[in-house]
C-alpha cells in the first residue's frame, strides 16, 4: 500500500506518496515567497532520508515565482549528487515558461510537458508574460541572480536578461519600453528588449555612434533625458528617437566590478516620464543585471556558487520579512529598502541582510 502524508499551508498543499521505491510530491497552489519553505522543508526531509529520485507534480500549481525555482535547483542538485534525479510532471504552461526562460528546465526532466504552449507563451506579448511570470518584480530579479548564476552560458544570459527587461517594463511606471545594450566581442549590442521599437531606438545609437545608451556603457554613467525636444547633445540620434514617437530615456550603466559593460535602456512615448522613484528602481534592476553578467564571467566551481546563493537567498528573504515587520510594508518596499540601505552602507545585499537579520536576535537587541 503506498503511504501518502500531506501538508499543508494557507497558500501550499504538499502531497507525499511513497510507493515502494518510488516517490511522487503533488503540490497545490502557489508557490512563492512565503510558501516555499514548506515545498524546501519537505524535499530536504524526504532527500536526507535517502531517496535518490523524485517526481513533482505541479498539476495544480496555480503560481511560481523565484523562490519556487529555488527549490527546484536545490533539490534537482542534491538528487543529481546522489546519482538521482528529479522530474517534473504536468507543469502548466505558465509554470513551465518560468522554467524555460531561466533554464532550469536543464537541470530537470519532464514527464509530459506541454512545451509547444511553453514556447507559444514565451512570443505573447510582453504584458502577458510579465502577467505570468511573477508580481513582486523587485524580489523575483534578485532571485534570478541567483538562478542565473550557477550557469554561464550566453543563452542563458541572454534569457535572464530578457527576463529583467520583462520585470523592468512592468514595474517602471511610464516606460514604454526596456532593453538592455551589452558588449561583446568588443563591439556593443542589443542582447534583451521588450518590444521592436527599443530594439530599433538601440540599432539608431549604433548606426550613429551616439545617444543615451551608447554614452552610459562607454563612461559608466546614468543618463536621464527628461525631454527628447530638449535634447541638444546627440543631433544624429535624437531626430531618429522622436521619429518613432519616443520622448524621454533613461539609461543606466551595467557595471562589472572591472568596468562599464553596458547599458540598461527605459523608453517612454511620454515626456518627463521618469522620477526619482523610476529612476531608483531602474538603478536596482540595472544592479541586478549587472550582477548576471558578471556571475556569467566567473569560473568559479557551480556546485559552490550555487549552495552559497542559496544561502544568500534564505538570509535576503529572512531580512526583507524583518523589514516587512518592522515598516509595515509591502514585499517590493522592503526589497527596495534592503537594496538602497545596502549600497549606502556600501555593502552587498546578502551581508545588509545578514546584519538585520541579525539585529532581531535577542543578544543583538539586548534582550
Avoid at 77 to 99: K, Y
Avoid at 239 to 267: D, F, K, Q, W
Avoid at 341 to 346: F, K, L, M, P, V
Wanted: hydrophobic share 45%.
Amino acid at each position: 500500500m503506498p503511504r501518502v502524508t500531506t501538508v499543508h499551508s494557507s497558500e501550499l498543499a504538499v502531497e507525499v506518496c511513497i510507493d515502494g521505491g518510488r516517490l511522487a510530491v503533488a503540490v497545490r497552489g502557489e508557490i512563492d515567497m512565503e510558501s516555499a519553505p514548506l515545498l524546501r522543508t519537505v524535499m530536504r526531509g524526504l532527500i536526507d532520508g535517502g531517496h535518490k529520485t523524485a517526481v513533482l507534480d505541479f498539476e495544480n500549481v496555480s503560481f511560481m515565482d523565484a523562490a519556487g525555482i529555488g527549490v527546484i535547483v536545490e533539490a534537482a542538485g542534491r538528487l543529481t549528487a546522489a546519482g538521482g534525479s528529479l522530474a517534473i510532471r504536468s507543469a502548466p504552461p505558465m509554470t513551465l515558461l518560468v522554467l524555460q526562460i531561466t533554464r532550469v528546465s536543464e537541470l530537470v526532466q519532464f514527464e509530459n510537458p506541454d512545451l509547444a504552449v511553453a514556447h507559444a507563451a514565451v512570443d505573447q506579448t510582453v504584458e502577458d508574460a510579465a502577467a505570468m511570470i511573477g508580481r513582486e518584480p523587485v524580489a523575483i530579479v534578485s532571485d534570478l541572480v541567483k538562478v542565473g548564476s550557477m550557469v554561464t552560458a550566453t543563452a542563458l544570459v541572454d534569457r535572464a536578461l530578457q527576463l529583467v527587461t520583462v520585470l523592468a517594463k512592468a514595474a517602471i511606471d511610464g516606460a514604454d519600453g526596456v532593453s538592455v545594450s551589452l558588449e561583446r566581442h568588443e563591439r556593443i549590442s542589443t542582447v534583451a528588449w521588450s518590444n521592436d521599437t527599443v530594439l530599433q531606438m538601440d540599432l539608431h545609437q549604433y548606426q550613429t555612434g551616439e545617444g543615451p545608451c551608447v554614452d552610459a556603457a562607454n563612461t559608466g554613467r546614468g543618463f536621464h533625458i527628461d525631454s527628447l525636444a530638449d535634447e541638444d547633445r546627440w543631433p544624429a540620434f535624437v531626430p531618429r528617437a522622436m521619429e518613432e514617437g519616443i520622448a524621454s530615456i533613461l539609461s543606466t550603466p551595467l557595471t562589472t566590478p572591472a568596468r562599464s559593460v553596458g547599458a540598461l535602456n527605459i523608453y517612454s512615448n511620454s515626456e518627463g516620464a521618469f522620477g526619482e522613484p523610476q529612476m531608483t528602481l531602474a538603478g536596482l534592476f540595472a544592479e541586478q543585471a549587472s550582477g548576471i553578467i558578471t556571475a556569467s564571467l566567473t569560473d568559479q566551481d557551480a556546485g559552490t556558487r550555487l549552495a552559497q546563493a542559496l544561502v544568500d537567498r534564505e538570509v535576503i528573504a529572512q531580512a526583507q520579512g524583518v523589514l516587512m515587520g518592522r515598516n509595515h510594508v509591502s514585499a517590493v518596499d522592503a526589497a527596495g529598502q534592503l537594496f538602497s540601505a545596502a549600497r549606502a552602507a556600501e555593502l552587498t545585499v546578502s551581508q545588509y541582510a545578514a546584519n538585520v537579520v541579525a539585529s532581531t536576535e535577542p543578544e543583538a537587541s539586548g534582550e
